[in-house]
């Protein structure tokens, strides 16, 4: 029994963390839907830059004279968008059978909107549309602005991703967001039925903070902030504020276990993913890592919930661990580098000026 197997049978969800044209033509992806029971697929500005940079394809005439020869922006998210089209449509079979619990694909808002609230509802609504398929999320990141317009967007029904949460207050500060979106569309006569996931962060806490941690308690702070972050959504979920919303309908926000491929070298491919079979929540992973998986050998759960025991609130304040401090610096850390890649995206796919 292959690893991927093992953890779709402990109640985990296989999402694919990267999209590409390539994975598309070769039917690669609908490869791994049939024989790795992937249910979604994930992508973020590093991944497009990765797939549609120079080195892969370019942006031809045909596509700049679609959007106009000085934006390259609208060139890049309309390829973009007609990948994920493609995605989409091979997921729709499990997003109709499951009732909406299975089948997503992702896109996200540009970067450069990170702390626009206004804006990122603007071009989610119009991001939204452009797409024109029912089991898309669009991405937007947990920042202060974002989160507030995760709520507008759940009340106009538009499907989110939540990207870049690091911690608890981050989870939290996404999940009221959430519930408020919900208790607003009640209120106006709407069904409360509109998905949304957060995606959580796990490799770069160990990348950030394994030099501040006795060796003992290496690449464990990542998988420590994941189970603290599951058992307080667990919780909310205990609630009859949830209650009245699951009542109507509405079904809760799933945590995404991004990042899960380490950042140390040391580390097999699979060492998150054996480590967090958390039941009802997803894990999105690159390519080389569901490789890895699907070809380890069959391995036995110790307990899926069961949290590292070598990290505790007095270890961690002892090695000087601001853990909401860190959070901030790795959320706001990840929104450069999301921007960085995504400006080098669009200056690989400028139209070149012959000025011969």
Same mark, same amino acid.
């Given at each position: 029994?292959?690893?991927?197997?093992?953890? +779709?049978?402990?109640?985990?969800?296989?999402?694919?963390?990267?999209?590409?044209?390539?994975?598309?033509?070769?039917?690669?992806?609908?490869?791994?839907?049939?024989?790795?029971?992937?249910?979604?697929?994930?992508?973020?500005?590093?991944?497009?830059?990765?797939? %549609?940079?120079?080195?892969?394809?370019?942006? *031809?005439?045909?596509?700049?004279?679609?959007?106009?020869?000085?934006?390259?922006?609208?060139? @890049? @998210?309309?390829?973009?968008? +007609?990948?994920?089209?493609?995605?989409?449509?091979?997921?729709?079979?499990?997003?109709?059978?499951?009732?909406?619990?299975?089948?997503?694909?992702?896109?996200?808002?540009?970067?450069?909107?990170?702390?626009?609230?206004?804006?990122?509802?603007?071009?989610?609504?119009?991001?939204?549309?452009?797409?024109? $398929?029912?089991?898309?999320?669009?991405? @937007?990141?947990?920042?202060?602005?974002g989160v507030a317009a995760i709520e507008v967007l759940t009340l106009a029904g538009v499907p989110t991703n939540a990207t870049l949460v690091f911690d608890? +207050?981050?989870?939290?500060?996404?999940?009221?967001?959430?519930?408020?979106?919900?208790?607003?569309?009640?209120? %106006? *006569?709407?069904?409360?039925?509109?998905?949304?996931?957060?995606?959580?962060?796990?490799?770069?806490?160990?990348?950030?903070?394994? /030099?501040?941690?006795?060796?003992?308690?290496?690449?464990?702070?990542?998988?420590?902030?994941? /189970?603290?972050?599951?058992?307080?959504?667990?919780?909310?979920?205990?609630?009859? $504020?949830?209650? %009245?919303?699951?009542?109507?309908? #509405?079904?809760?926000? $799933?945590?995404?276990?991004?990042?899960? #491929?380490?950042?140390?070298?040391?580390?097999?491919?699979?060492?998150?993913?054996?480590?967090?079979?958390?039941?009802?929540?997803?894990?999105? %992973?690159?390519?080389? @890592?569901?490789?890895?998986?699907?070809?380890?050998?069959?391995?036995?759960?110790?307990?899926?919930?069961?949290?590292?025991?070598?990290?505790?609130?007095?270890?961690? #304040?002892?090695?000087?661990?601001?853990?909401?401090?860190?959070?901030?610096?790795?959320?706001?850390?990840?929104?450069?580098?999301?921007?960085?890649?995504?400006?080098?995206?669009? #200056?690989?796919?400028?139209?070149?000026?012959?000025?011969?």
């Amino acid at each position: 029994m292959n690893g991927t197997v093992i953890l +779709r049978a402990a109640g985990q969800r296989l999402w694919l963390d990267t999209i590409s044209r390539r994975l598309l033509d070769s039917g690669t992806l609908e490869r791994y839907i049939d024989v790795y029971g992937l249910t979604g697929v994930t992508s973020n500005p590093t991944i497009l830059s990765r797939e %549609m940079g120079e080195d892969e394809r370019q942006l *031809g005439p045909a596509e700049h004279a679609n959007t106009g020869p000085g934006d390259p922006e609208a060139s @890049v @998210v309309a390829e973009a968008v +007609r990948d994920v089209q493609r995605a989409a449509d091979l997921f729709k079979p499990q997003w109709e059978t499951s009732g909406g619990d299975d089948g997503w694909v992702s896109i996200e808002v540009p970067p450069a909107l990170a702390y626009r609230g206004a804006a990122t509802v603007q071009e989610g609504r119009r991001l939204h549309a452009q797409v024109d $398929r029912p089991n898309v999320f669009i991405k @937007v990141p947990a920042t202060s602005p974002g989160v507030a317009a995760i709520e507008v967007l759940t009340l106009a029904g538009v499907p989110t991703n939540a990207t870049l949460v690091f911690d608890t +207050r981050q989870q939290r500060a996404v999940e009221n967001s959430y519930l408020r979106g919900l208790e607003r569309r009640t209120r %106006m *006569g709407l069904l409360p039925f509109v998905a949304s996931v957060a995606s959580v962060f796990i490799s770069r806490w160990d990348a950030a903070t394994n /030099h501040l941690l006795p060796s003992t308690a290496h690449n464990l702070l990542g998988l420590h902030m994941a /189970h603290s972050i599951d058992r307080q959504h667990r919780e909310a979920l205990d609630t009859p $504020r949830w209650s %009245m919303l699951r009542d109507r309908g #509405a079904t809760p926000q $799933r945590l995404v276990w991004a990042s899960t #491929a380490p950042k140390d070298p040391d580390l097999a491919p699979t060492y998150y993913a054996h480590r967090l079979p958390l039941p009802d929540t997803v894990d999105t %992973m690159p390519e080389n @890592v569901l490789l890895a998986l699907a070809q380890a050998p069959s391995f036995s759960l110790t307990g899926p919930r069961a949290e590292p025991g070598n990290l505790t609130p007095s270890t961690l #304040a002892a090695c000087g661990v601001d853990e909401t401090r860190i959070a901030q610096t790795l959320q706001r850390a990840g929104v450069q580098a999301f921007a960085a890649d995504w400006d080098r995206l669009l #200056a690989a796919n400028r139209p070149r000026v012959d000025v011969s």
